[in-house]
């Protein structure tokens, strides 16, 4: 039960997440971007800048921030998993920026360049 909630909170925040993006000119270009080494949530472009977005959700904050979460191992996946998409999209060089989102009860903190 607990994981199937977990998948189904984890699913609103990225959809409240795009639609929270979209509403600021972010083109999304990727939902849920898989390899072997990990996921990225959503990958974005913001006028110049590939955006690497990490979404996190928690209805309290009895257990801490939802970006606390992301730590420097979660970062790391991150980075390696973009490296692979700039790869594959033959984007290297371009202007790129790692975001998180955090959702607390339905509220939307987007920070920018948080790693």
Known sequence: ME?????????YGESAACKYLEKHKYKILEKNYK????EIDLIARQKK??????V???TTL????????????????????AEEYLIRNKLLGCEIRFD???????????????F
């Open 3 to 11: 994981k199937r909630y977990n998948k189904v909170s984890g699913m």
């Open 35 to 38: 390899t072997q080494i990990g």
């Open 49 to 54: 800048a590939l955006v690497f977005v990490e």
């Open 56 to 58: 996190k959700r928690r």
């Open 62 to 81: 009895a257990f801490g921030r939802p970006s606390e979460a992301v730590n420097v191992q979660k970062q790391a996946k991150i980075r390696r998993v």
């Open 100 to 114: 998180v989102i955090e959702i607390v009860d339905n509220e939307i903190n987007h920070i920018q360049n948080a």
